[in-house]
């Protein structure tokens, strides 16, 4: 596989899917596993722990990562490139239209749309992921984790700090 064709399959990614790196994992799966069969099911997700637990975004991580294993290094600058371009190419686009068009009824019903097509994809990917592994305990704190950041509006670093001295605590407890 050329670098061209491995920064453009990340550029394609990164252009047409909306929401951040956990929206891009469905299609990242779709395009590297299933059209191309660049990595297997397996070491696909195994590539989705790893990146997980790496500081930072999730999809230059993951870009990295993956284009790392698929071509070496010049693959991970190759992915990591293609992914993030289009953010930053439309971020100054954003910039330069949306302050003229921030009253536009058409620009908020477009911007409703994408937030709940991050929804979903979003959603796609921790069920996936929960399919993958099939671990209550993970899907518990996934759950757990969602509503006290979203619907009850607590911080995330709050409930990253509350989740693992729950953890902790509960190791403690079973393990001795």
Known sequence: MALMRLFAIFFRIGALTFGGGYAMIPVIEKE?????????RSGFYDALIICQS???VIAINFAVFLGYKIKGAKGALASALGVALPSFM?????AVFFFSSIDNPYVERAFRGIRISVVVL????????YKQNKE?????????TFTMVALLNLSPFVVILLIAFLVE?????VFG
């Open 32 to 40: 590297l596993v299933d059209r191309y069969k660049l990595i297997d």
């Open 54 to 56: 790496l500081p930072g």
């Open 90 to 94: 439309i971020i100054i686009l954003v």
């Open 122 to 129: 979003i959603a796609t990917a921790g069920y996936r992921v």
């Open 136 to 144: 209550w305990p993970k899907l518990l704190i996934a759950l757990g």
């Open 169 to 173: 605590t509960l190791v403690e407890f």
